[in-house]
Antibody, heavy 127, light 107 residues
Framework: QVQLVESGGGVVHPGRSLRLSCAAS????????LHWVRQNPGKGLEWVAG????????DYADSVKGRFTISRDNSKNTVSLQMSSLRPEDTAVYYC????????????????????WGQGTKVTVSS | DIQMTQSPSSLSASAGDRVTITCRAS??????LSWYQQKPGKAPKRLIY???HLQSGVPSRFSGSGSGTEFTLTVSSLQPEDLATYYC?????????FGQGTKVEIK
């Protein structure tokens, strides 16, 4: 079935790095954008980063720009989030989500944002 | 950045009640808005996309409307299993932004 499975979460000290991965199955990976969304404990949802179906377009929330890097490996059906210079406020459950999109005139347009979500992986940044 | 103002932040209603949640965008987003339901300890689930299109498999008591800057999610007859927090999301322009969420409780 269509599925996204995150991994890589854990406890890390402030200033250190961590890499999250999301493995996709059950659909044609190369035709969908992939995004990361996080949720601080007891708080709302925050969009973090997204990458287009072909990997050529990447976008980030201001709160992580310059510290986080999203990438994808279309040969392995995986998307990753490399997180560096981690801060306590990055503590959250991180979800991977699928985005149905199309390209026109060099830009990417979403059909309806996130139709499939992973179960999430928990990241705790603490000394 | 586009700000999404969602209201109310919480509500309590009885089974069978009609419930409406509103999201207001700080600038026009055409119909680039989706609604999500999140139950405790679970990942969000998409209910509505493109402002008014019902996600396959979602009960027809859920509906969405609006365009531009004003959007609503309506539950025509609230059911006990609708206990959850609901979020809107604008995907018109980056950074994509969620509303603050509406926690729905059943009386």
């Amino acid at each position: 079935q269509v599925q996204l499975v995150e991994s890589g979460g854990g406890v890390v000290h402030p200033g250190r790095s961590l890499r999250l991965s999301c493995a996709a199955s059950g659909f044609t990976f190369t035709t969908f954008g992939l995004h990361w969304v996080r949720q601080n404990p007891g708080k709302g949802l925050e969009w973090v980063a997204g990458i287009s179906y072909d990997g050529s377009s990447k976008d980030y929330a201001d709160s992580v720009k310059g510290r986080f890097t999203i990438s994808r490996d279309n040969s392995k059906n995986t998307v990753s989030l490399q997180m560096s210079s981690l801060r306590p406020e990055d503590t959250a459950v991180y979800y991977c989500a699928r985005n149905d999109e199309f390209s026109s005139g060099g830009k990417y347009f979403s059909v309806g944002a996130f139709d499939i979500w992973g179960q999430g992986t928990k990241v705790t940044v603490s000394s | 950045d586009i700000q999404m103002t969602q209201s109310p932040s919480s509500l309590s209603a009885s089974a069978g009640d009609r419930v409406t949640i509103t999201c207001r965008a700080s600038q026009g987003i055409t119909n680039d808005l989706s609604w999500y339901q999140q139950k405790p300890g679970k990942a969000p689930k998409r209910l509505i996309y493109a402002a008014s299109h019902l996600q396959s498999g979602v009960p027809s008591r859920f509906s969405g409307s609006g365009s531009g800057t004003e959007f609503t999610l309506t539950v025509s007859s609230l059911q006990p299993e609708d206990l959850a927090t609901y979020y809107c999301l604008q995907y018109n322009s980056y950074p994509w932004t969620f509303g603050q969420g509406t926690k729905v409780e059943i009386k």
